[in-house]
Every structure is written in structure tokens, then in C-alpha cells.
């Protein structure tokens, strides 16, 4: 599976990292899981190492996102952090965060491009 998950012992941090191309049943297939075995209450998805399929649209991140928000959406204190280094993804990543934004998610979203401040943020250390 391109799309890999750890969830740290206390329970704080769910990381899901992803590699290679990554389509839109790979995420279906994860956040589908979530509602069986929810994440941690902090998550990061890390995309450094992925690209999007081909047959990745607009229209597919739209239904990630109502998925996601029924599935995660109510983590009121929770965050979740995209990492992504190329543009594409980090764009991707954004329009994503918005979507979650539209459909009223309560948990923060923030995209990153450096690890460190993905952590940070998600600990608190950067007053967030």
C-alpha cells in the first residue's frame, strides 16, 4: 500500500506516510478505515515521497473531504498537518484544507513544507 500508518504509543500522533503515485481509492480506502479505528488526536500526512495519479481531479478531493469531516471531522482540539515539498502536492494539500474548511471540519488544518515546523505546530510549541 502506498500509504502507510504509525500511530506513536501515547497515542498523541498519528502519522501516515505516503509513497509513489497515490490515487484516489488509496485515501478513500485510509479515511474509511478511521472510522473503525480512529486516528490519534493529532495526525500528519506525510507526502514528500508521493505524486497524484493521473486519474486524480478536482472533484476527488471534494469527496475526500466530506468523507474525511464524517469520519475525523468532529476532533474539536485536534490538528492535522500536510506535509509536501513539491508544489503540485502542496497545492493539492491546500485546496484540500479549504475543502475541509467549507464542509465545517473543527479541527485545524495547516501545510507544511519542513518537517520540524509540521511537528511543532502539531505539539503546540509554536503557540498554535
Known amino acids: ?35 473503525e479505528d480512529p486516528p490519534a488526536l493529532n495526525i500528519l500526512w506525510d507526502f514528500r515521497e508521493a505524486y497524484p495519479a493521473d486519474s486524480f481531479r478536482s472533484g476527488n478531493t471534494m469527496e475526500i473531504a466530506a468523507l474525511s469531516k464524517s469520519a475525523i471531522g468532529s476532533r474539536r482540539d485536534g490538528k492535522t498537518a500536510y506535509l509536501a515539498t513539491s508544489e503540485l502536492v502542496f497545492g493539492m494539500c491546500r485546496m484540500f484544507t479549504t475543502q475541509l474548511d467549507v464542509r465545517g471540519a473543527l479541527h485545524k488544518t495547516m501545510v507544511f513544507d519542513e518537517m520540524d515546523k509540521a511537528l511543532k505546530w502539531l505539539s503546540g510549541e509554536n503557540g498554535s
Not at 501515547?10 to 481509492?25: Q, R, W
Open 1 to 35: 500500500m502506498p500509504i502507510e500508518r504509525h500511530t506513536d504509543p501515547s497515542n498523541t500522533l498519528t502519522i501516515l506516510t505516503a509513497t509513489g503515485e497515490l490515487t484516489p481509492d488509496d485515501f478513500m480506502e485510509i479515511v474509511t478505515a478511521f472510522k
